[in-house]
């Protein structure tokens, strides 16, 4: 019988192990910054004014969307090359608002939202209705 002798662990073993542990640890990373991005909403609060003023205020929002109906269909706003900040349904009473300088905005059923640019209410439209339109902010957006 021969005796049993062990190789020891060879360098490449080594670095292939450290880069397995190192990947792992960056996967890790970024889901949870995506699932953190995911579950946070950035929206902030609408002004608390009860009617929209003719001239926009430091405060008012560049876009506001506020669901009417018991479901909004799609409701898909982003930065122009950037960032889609919203892309769902809606459900009633729901509101999103959102002071970036510029924002593409689609929205599915016109009649089912009541849209304010820049503190400005836009006409709603027929039921079924789909819209697609670009906002920018006419003066500069909250500070803080």
């Known amino acids: 019988m021969g005796r049993h002798r062990s190789d020891p662990m060879g360098a490449a073993r080594l670095v292939l192990i450290g880069l397995g542990a190192a990947l792992l640890l960056v996967l890790v990373f970024v889901g949870g910054r995506a ?6 909403t950035e ?3 609408p002004t608390a004014s009860a009617t929209p003023s003719a001239a926009p205020t430091e405060r008012t929002a560049t876009l506001r969307i506020a669901c009417v109906a018991e479901i909004c269909p799609v409701v898909l706003v982003r930065v122009p090359g950037g960032d889609v900040l919203n892309d769902r349904d809606l459900t009633r009473g729901e509101e ?17 939202v009541e849209i304010t640019v820049n503190g400005t209410p836009r006409p709603r439209g027929r039921p079924g209705q789909q819209e697609a339109f670009t906002v ?9």
């Open 35 to 40: 699932l953190l991005g995911t579950l946070s």
């Open 43 to 45: 929206t902030p609060a």
């Open 96 to 112: 999103i608002v959102y002071y970036e300088p510029e924002l593409d905005v689609a929205v599915g059923d016109t009649s089912t």
């Open 136 to 144: 920018s902010r006419t003066t500069p957006g909250p500070t803080g």
